[in-house]
Antibody, heavy 117, light 113 residues
């Protein structure tokens, strides 16, 4: 059974930094690209970032480009989202998902990031 | 970026009755390999999203056959043949043909009348 468990979401002040983690199990993590999607309170889904299976390619939404960095550790079945220069607009539940593009199939339970003073 | 427009915004359905949700794309979702990467995702209240349908009309494992997807090019439809209580929540279409970015429709909220 595919399981994706996010962690790291907390209350952080504007301008601060945070690293989210996603631990995967139930599939061969190292051969799948992975994705982060977020959902602001009461809003719809927004794609944030994706990374290829071997980390040679990464992609970002314009809204986070230059501030967020995606990475992964295939030996630990974990993937990360480093978030810098956070603003209130980044307040959201962040979901990790298996796959990329149209092949995104499983989602984690999400972790809440709140940016507020 | 591809814009996906869903309608209606909300739907109130009697148990056992059908429901239909439309998703229209700002450009054709047929990829260069001939595949149309249009998926449907369901999010129950307080839960994470779950993919129901991929590549227009393929049901994911465990998805009841009362759910069906259809369409081509820029117009797509999700149908529920007989709505059950567990079907409440928000349905999103998403496209992965022209990415990045992956884009989502604005969502359609389904509730029981």
């Amino acid at each position: 059974e595919v399981q994706l468990v996010e962690s790291g979401g907390v209350l952080v002040q504007p301008g601060g930094s945070l690293r989210l983690s996603c631990t995967a199990s139930g599939f061969t993590f190292s051969i799948f690209a992975m994705t982060w999607v977020r959902q602001a309170p009461g809003k719809g889904l927004e794609w944030v970032s994706s990374i290829s299976a071997n980390s040679d390619k990464s992609y970002y939404a314009d809204s986070v480009k230059g501030r967020f960095t995606v990475s992964r550790n295939n030996s630990g079945n974990t993937f990360y989202l480093q978030m810098n220069s956070l603003g209130p607009e980044d307040t959201a539940v962040y979901y990790c998902a298996k796959g990329v593009g149209g092949n995104t199939d499983y989602w984690g339970q999400g972790t809440l990031v709140t940016v507020s003073s | 970026d591809v814009v996906l427009s869903q309608s209606p915004l909300s739907l109130s359905v009697t148990l056992g009755q059908p429901a239909s949700i439309s998703c229209r794309s700002s450009r054709s979702l047929v990829s260069s390999d001939g595949v149309t990467y249009l998926n449907w995702v369901h999010q129950r209240p307080g839960q994470s999203p779950r993919r129901l349908i991929y590549k227009v009309s393929n049901r994911d494992s465990g998805v009841p056959d009362r759910f069906s997807g259809s369409g081509s090019g820029t117009n797509f439809t999700l149908k529920i043949s007989r709505v059950e209580a567990e079907d409440v929540g928000v349905y999103y279409c998403m496209q992965g043909t022209h990415w990045p970015p992956v884009t989502f429709g604005g969502g359609t909220k389904v509730e029981i009348k």
